[in-house]
């Protein structure tokens, strides 16, 4: 079965310090990995996706993910937070087994202080 | 392209009633999945239909039913209202071309707001 457990349900960086989202996931098969985020009163907009193509994925707005296989993790980085990255983002993760049924982690809060 | 459209985009209703969710996908996206929102269970899986046929199914009880028409417009129709119904609702749509290569894309409209009293 999958899983994904966000390790932080909150998060709270000053603007222009790095900001870490983590992400641990459990997958039966190789897995397709997403980072989604959403602000207020919006929809999900995807970030990132990781298909077992590089390891390191580039996203939009500056972040990017590291899949690292040994230790199951999937964690989210931008070098320097920006007042409007203040979200919640959600790491979710799919695999083949389950075609396009995501499982979505609970969610963490971003806060970014001026 | 144009997004994903979610129609409406708040409801009201009251237990007992039913209510017709429409979620219209990308041009081109013949898959179209539906999620719930809800403060307490986060992001579940509803369902998924891909060229009109219901192709994944999460564990939501049978009150909760959707369909597809020939133009990937999908509905998603919850009877008999109860109190916890009340969420956002999300439509995500995508290509529909998963297989040995993974799942692919999936995006998501704005979502409707359903508040059961």
């Known amino acids: 079965a999958q899983s994904v457990t966000q390790l932080d349900s909150h998060v709270s960086v000053s603007e222009g310090t790095p900001v870490l989202l983590r992400c641990n996931y459990s997958s039966s098969y190789s897995p397709s990995l997403f980072w989604y985020v959403q602000h207020p009163n919006k929809g999900l907009q995807l970030l990132l996706k990781?298909?077992?193509?590089?390891?390191l994925v580039k996203g939009i707005n500056g972040f990017e993910a590291e899949f690292k296989k040994s230790e199951t993790s999937f964690h989210l980085t931008k070098p320097s937070a920006h007042m409007s990255d203040a979200a919640e983002y959600f790491c979710v993760v799919s695999d083949r087994e389950y075609g396009n049924k995501l499982v979505f982690g609970a969610g963490t809060i971003l806060r970014v202080k001026s | 392209k144009a997004g994903v459209t979610q129609t409406p985009r708040y409801l009201i209703k009251t237990r007992g009633q039913q209510v017709t969710l429409s979620c219209s996908p990308i041009s081109g996206h013949r898959s179209v999945s539906w999620y719930q929102q809800t403060p307490g269970q986060g992001l579940q899986f509803l369902f998924e239909y891909f060229s009109e046929t219901q192709r994944n199914k999460g564990n939501f009880p049978g009150r909760f039913s959707g369909r597809q028409f020939s133009n990937s417009r999908s509905e998603m129709n919850v009877s008999t209202l109860e109190l916890g119904d009340s969420a956002l609702y999300l439509c995500?749509?995508?290509?529909?071309?998963?297989?040995?290569?993974?799942?692919?894309?999936?995006?998501f409209g704005p979502g409707t707001r359903l508040t059961v009293l």
């Open positions: 990781y298909t077992s193509a590089a390891t």
């Open positions: 995500a749509s995508s290509l529909g071309t998963s297989g040995v290569r993974g799942p692919d894309t999936q995006y």
